[in-house]
């Protein structure tokens, strides 16, 4: 059973459960959660009379909020710019948390979040596809266009998960891969035309900046007909806490208030995102900080998260402009609060009560290959013909040739270190990959997830930021110094736990959200130096010559060689704790080994094809799907099939729009979302 | 400076900035063989195009298209992909003599120096004075392509166009004025120190009303209002708009409380590359000349 802290309270009295109401709170007061709530407001309100100070004398306050004198600009900026920005700003804080604390009470997950089903990814995407391909649509508005990308991405995440009952964690990881894929689209697009989407890149980042009340206007009515919806739903909301068998013995129709219930949280996570773009974190951050404050029912989580997560964008915002002076849009608040929120969260990790660890696989029979060795012999001969074509085939000036001779000589200079890159890179991630997934038995589980990637992607953007010149050896130092600094945090975390699945997980998404955060921020100031870092976050190959080639190949054999050691772990780990231990093995350092080795792929491979393909997680499903079950074939299988699937996209991405080219990761990812798509329906 | 030198100048000048070419085919002639340069930027590629020696291959056609506009870009000259990511392979079979690029791409030079002698040239760089970094890299390039005299004469009418807008503008130039670029209905890119807007408002003596920092690529990027700050100044904005930004302005209280909406003092200029060279800066003293003569005749 994957509860979470909420549902497990509740187990133990269930009694009093089915009777919970919004102000049940009154006689079993969250001490904790009130306090924290009334020293954020305390804070947002000293740092608002501050800001006010700097704009307006005291003694216009009342008249710039009543009747601002028109001639006045000063007057005007208060009352149509300071004051509804802070209305929008707690609007959108309360929305999220009530957002974020029906998503984790219907999911029964603590990871849940507006990120986590993909909701905030979709209608990021919507505006950007319309922007580019459709710009008379943004004339109905762009609110309009982003709520429907919103419920398309969770429509989707609703048909991949609907086979399985929308059992908690495959929603979560449907809507990680469809957050994952509309984000990997929306980056090709900046890539491929980012001089239109500077604009996209503000909003994107969540700048909280008003010029009047309409914002506010259109927000009210809609959140509050939707918080109206949760409220009336508690008692059934409650339910969904408990079991399935439970509840279902109860007699609560569990499909219908399960969708009721993720309906009115999308449809608020969609309302801020059209109205204000994506608010990092606020969401999860203000239902969790709720729990921990000690609301144990739900009907005190949903009065507690709101106010916390109102009072939290309130504070934060106010503290944003206090930094980039009134109205500054420079630090979108949006992605300010990530940069917060993630630190946050990484410290709360280990006093978290997740309930019990337990191997989240969902108990599914699949294949098993009679005769794994031709399943390997087949997708090897498909990489052999593959390599060929990359080597050779391409077009040019003239339209599509095969190159001979003389003439090859030249390209094939171009293209060896590129298809030797990919290749290794592509091999390591898989590897990497399956040795996350054996590890923590969750299917989600891949380097990218880990925040390892992250981590280098962070020292990437520390050295061409904070060194003037940073080549290309120096860019390759600090990316190393980073994977390997996030993997300490992500260990320090786990230490806790014993490298629990869920907490490395927990923490990796933290380090990548902070991450994203940080790519937004710079990027919505404009800086060209931007692009250079989305060049090569977007995974492209373009700058590898020879010695980075044999570089990354020379690593990869190296840890090939090491692989072979960590097989029969890798076959008894799945098992459980208990099993490794009853056969003697030492459970935390075979965890500490098989992180060390992963952390080592994942900065080499990372270095080449960037943070954001998600080969890692999709090369060992598929060699998993194609009927490998034991670990050393399963790894030989995934390790050329993410060879084969990053070989293929460099390719495509070298020729697809020729003299343009698409990175090999983004490429990576926007074929290979769609397959692991299929296979999670399946 | 006499006013017959002027006159001659001017004269040149006309020719320089409305007829790139006609006087450039004949002198081209004579020449044994062109350099094949490939030009990695557009402020370059439109000085050597001024030159009268086009680049082979360029990168993004589309850009030029949308952001730099004029001069107008020969249809058989080569795109070789995106700035960032020149199709390496297209730029061999090219068989450029020399390559043109900037500082911003030392991450790729050693690539293109396996292709061609690369040589870096920049515009923009943390110590500002763009124009004055245009002058030389116009000498510079002048003496690569052999085309000093064209060089020179290309300075010489570009300062000369200056003084003659000076004197047009004098009546003209007591207000103030923002230079800003869309970026969404809220936001806008102001250009300030370090731009090429600023060193042109410099010697068309005209005042930026954005004195405020800028990045080291000459503007800032704020909030609509953050344009209050000055009471008297008039904006000019540039095309291209990003779509949605005239339509919703226009209902913004804020918007239409700012200094010049009320008093009407907005002008709408053609896209002019803001990261451009000497024909760019001429380009924008130009459009913004006739925008402003243009609101002095509507009174």
């Known amino acids: ?682 | 400076m006499p006013d017959h030198t002027c006159r001659m100048t001017r004269r040149q000048a006309l020719g320089l900035f409305t007829l790139p070419f006609a006087g450039m085919a004949s002198a081209a002639t004579a020449e044994p063989r062109r350099p094949r340069i490939v030009c990695l930027d557009d402020g370059l590629a439109e000085t050597l195009l001024m030159l009268g020696v086009p680049p082979v291959a360029i990168a993004d056609r589309q850009v030029w298209e949308t952001w730099v506009v004029e001069p107008p870009l020969p249809p058989d000259i080569a795109d070789v992909g995106t700035l960032l990511e020149p199709n390496l392979e297209l730029l061999q079979q090219l068989k450029p003599d020399i390559i043109l690029s900037t500082p911003y791409l030392d991450g790729i030079k050693p690539l293109l120096e396996r292709v061609a002698p690369v040589m870096t040239i920049g515009l923009y760089t943390e110590a500002g004075q763009p124009y004055r970094r245009a002058l030389e890299a116009t000498r510079q390039l002048a003496r690569l392509v052999g085309k000093e005299s064209e060089g020179e004469a290309l300075i010489a009418a570009t300062d000369a166009y200056f003084s003659d807008i000076r004197r047009q503008l004098a009546p003209l130039s007591a207000r103030p004025i923002y230079v800003v670029s869309f970026m969404d209905p809220r936001n806008v890119r102001v250009y300030g120190k370090k731009s090429l807007f600023q060193e042109v408002f410099d010697r068309i003596g005209l005042s930026n009303a954005w004195t405020a920092e800028t990045n080291y690529w000459g503007f800032s990027t704020v909030g609509v209002d953050g344009l209050a700050t000055s009471s008297d100044a008039r904006l000019a904005y540039l095309e291209p708009l990003p779509e949605g930004a005239g339509g919703t302005l226009t209902e913004s209280p804020v918007w239409n409380a700012m200094p010049f909406v009320r008093n009407r003092s907005i002008m709408r200029l053609p896209a002019v590359l803001m990261f451009g060279a000497l024909p760019s800066a001429a380009r924008f003293a130009r459009v913004l000349a006739s925008a402003m003569i243009a609101e002095a005749a509507r009174g």
């Open chain 1, 1 to 682: 059973m994957a509860e979470d802290a909420a549902a497990i309270a509740q187990e133990g009295k269930p009694a009093s459960a089915g009777r919970a109401s919004p102000w049940s709170f009154l006689g079993n007061q969250p001490v904790g959660a009130i306090l924290l709530c009334a020293m954020l407001l305390a804070a947002a309100l000293a740092a608002t009379v501050s800001n006010l100070t700097v704009q307006l004398p005291a003694a216009l306050w009342l008249q710039s909020l009543a009747a601002p004198d028109v001639a006045d600009m000063r007057q005007v900026l208060v009352h149509y710019a300071f004051l509804p920005r802070l209305a929008v700003s707690l609007l959108c804080g309360a929305a999220l948390g009530l957002a974020g604390t029906v998503l984790q009470q219907v999911l029964r997950n603590p990871l849940a979040s507006p990120e986590t089903v993909g909701v905030s990814a979709g209608a990021y995407l919507a505006l950007a596809l319309a922007t580019l391909l459709s710009p008379s649509l943004l004339a109905f508005g762009r609110e309009w266009i982003a709520l429907a990308g919103a419920f398309t991405a969770f429509a989707a995440v609703f048909a991949l998960s609907w086979h399985k009952g929308l059992s908690p964690l495959s929603v979560v990881l449907a809507g990680l891969v469809v957050s994952l894929y509309a984000g990997a689209i929306g980056a090709a697009l900046i890539v491929l035309r980012h001089e239109w989407l500077a604009s996209l890149f503000i909003w994107g980042a969540g700048s909280l900046g008003q010029q009047d009340w309409s914002t506010t206007l259109w927000l009210l009515p809609r959140i509050g007909t939707a918080a109206l919806a949760i409220f009336l739903m508690v008692r059934p909301l409650t339910l969904l806490g408990l079991d399935d068998e439970g509840a279902r013995s109860l007699g609560v129709p569990l499909g219908a208030y399960r969708f009721a219930g993720l309906a009115a949280a999308v449809a608020l996570i969609a309302f801020v995102v059209a109205a204000v773009g994506v608010i990092g974190f606020v969401g999860l951050a203000a239902a969790t900080l709720a729990r921990i404050g000690g609301a144990r029912r739900l009907g005190q989580q949903l009065v507690m998260a709101p106010l916390i997560g109102g009072a939290l964008l309130w504070a934060a915002d106010q503290a944003v402009q206090i930094a980039t002076g009134p109205q500054g849009d420079l630090l979108p608040t949006g992605a300010i609060t990530a940069l917060l929120g993630a630190p946050l969260l990484l410290w709360l990790l280990p006093r978290l009560a997740l309930g019990l660890e337990t191997p989240a696989l969902t108990a599914e029979p699949l294949p098993r290959a009679s005769r794994p060795g031709l399943v390997l012999a087949a997708i090897g001969l498909g990489l052999l013909l593959l390599l060929g074509l990359a080597l050779l085939y391409g077009p040019g000036p003239h339209g599509w040739t095969f190159a001979f001779g003389d003439e090859l000589r030249p390209l094939l200079s171009w293209r060896w270190p590129r298809v030797l890159a990919a290749l290794s890179a592509g091999a390591m991630l898989a590897l990497a990959g399956l040795m996350m997934q054996r590890l923590t038995g969750n299917p989600m589980a891949s380097p990218e997830v880990l925040g390892i990637s992250a981590g280098a992607a962070l020292g990437m953007i520390v050295a061409l930021f904070a060194l003037s010149d940073a080549g290309r050896p120096v860019q390759t130092a600090a990316a190393t110094i980073g994977a390997f600094a996030a993997l300490l945090v992500t260990l320090a975390i786990g230490r806790r736990a014993a490298y629990a699945p869920e907490r490395l997980l927990l923490a990796g998404v933290a380090l990548t959200a902070l991450f994203d955060a940080l790519i937004l921020v710079l990027t919505a100031t404009g800086d060209p130096r931007a692009m250079l870092l989305l060049n090569w976050l977007t995974g492209s190959t373009y700058g590898v010559d020879v010695s980075a080639a044999l570089l990354t190949g020379g690593i990869a054999v190296c840890l090939f060689a090491l692989a072979p050691l960590f097989m029969r772990w890798l076959d008894i780990l799945p098992l459980g704790s208990a099993a490794v231990q009853g056969l003697g093995i030492n459970l935390k350092g075979t965890r500490l080994l098989v992180l060390l080795m992963v952390a080592a792929l994942t900065a080499a491979s990372t270095l080449i094809v960037g943070p954001l393909t998600f080969i890692g997680l999709m090369a060992p499903h598929l060699a998993r799907r194609l009927g490998l079950s034991r670990a050393l074939p399963q790894a030989i299988g995934a390790v050329l099939a993410g060879a084969l699937i990053m070989v293929a996209a460099d390719w495509i991405g070298r020729t697809a729009i020729f003299p343009r080219q698409i990175p090999a990761g983004l490429v990576a990812t926007l074929i290979g979302g769609p397959v692991l798509m299929w296979l999670l329906r399946r």
